[in-house]
């Protein structure tokens, strides 16, 4: 299900002007200001009863506190880093924090692989939000070619690399073209699913990926690309 479907959407507030930080269940937490457009729970205690926005709600607040673990962690390691051989007991302090937040982590992960949040095809709820995170890490990027499609996104997804749909760890995401994810193993089934205005359009931009372009040349290459999306070149 989509967060901004009719029967869940208008529990969601748009966070584009939010607040320094805000809290759930006792926990703050501080809005990433380069996503700043994501969306979060407004729910009341009564509309919880509706076990499936229970679900969602959990859903949201597993998202939130792993992106909080995730960023401390990253903190912890750039602090270690900078330690000197004197450091040694902020180094076991960190070392120490950093232990018991992997630990959470994996926790949390595999509470994230219950079944209730997945869909009929196996995919979690919050696949939608899940992949778009591992597309952004690479600017729109596929892993494979190369070629940027920020501006053409739907034509990027997030392959699984292990085939399992219920492994959304990061580390087992990766972004590729609709025509790389194509080619991986067992994936030719989506073969002919590919518009040839699609495959066009990619392979065009593949040859656009190491040349630099003036404005003049930028504005060709947008009249090529409306005309491919009009299926007119």
């Given at each position: 299900m989509d967060i901004e479907d009719e029967d869940i959407g208008e529990y969601y507030e748009d966070v584009t002007d939010e607040p320094d930080q805000y809290e759930i269940d006792g926990e703050c937490y501080y809005p990433d200001p380069v996503e700043?457009?994501?969306?979060?729970?407004?729910?009341?205690?009564?509309?919880?009863?509706?076990?499936?926005?229970k679900t969602w709600y959990r859903i949201y607040q597993i998202r939130e506190e792993l992106r909080s673990l995730q960023k401390r962690r990253l903190q912890i390691h750039s602090?270690?880093?900078?330690?000197?051989?004197?450091?040694?007991?902020?180094?076991?302090?960190?070392?120490?924090?950093?232990?018991?937040?992997?630990?959470?982590?994996?926790?949390?992960?595999?509470?994230?692989?219950?079944?209730?949040?997945?869909?009929?095809?196996?995919?979690?709820?919050?696949?939608?939000?899940?992949?778009?995170?591992?597309?952004?890490k690479t600017d729109f990027k596929c892993s494979q070619c190369y070629v940027v499609l920020r501006n053409h996104s739907h034509l990027l997804h997030a392959h699984h690399i292990d085939r399992d749909k219920k492994n959304n760890d990061p580390s087992n995401l990766k972004p590729l073209c609709v025509i790389c994810h194509s080619e991986q193993y067992r994936h030719d089934f989506m073969i002919n699913k590919i518009s040839q205005k699609d495959r066009r359009l990619i392979e065009y931009l593949r040859t656009k990926n190491d040349m630099s372009r003036d404005v003049h040349e930028a504005e060709n290459e947008a009249d090529i690309v409306a005309k491919i999306m009009l299926d007119l070149y």
């Open positions: 700043n457009s994501r969306y979060y729970l407004d729910i009341d205690e009564e509309t919880l009863e509706d076990q499936e926005l602090k270690i880093s900078k330690l000197t051989s004197n450091d040694k007991d902020n180094l076991k302090s960190l070392n120490e924090e950093a232990d018991a937040i992997n630990c959470r982590i994996r926790a949390l992960n595999i509470e994230s692989r219950n079944n209730t949040f997945y869909d009929e095809d196996g995919y979690h709820l919050d696949w939608k939000f899940i992949s778009l995170s591992a597309k952004e």
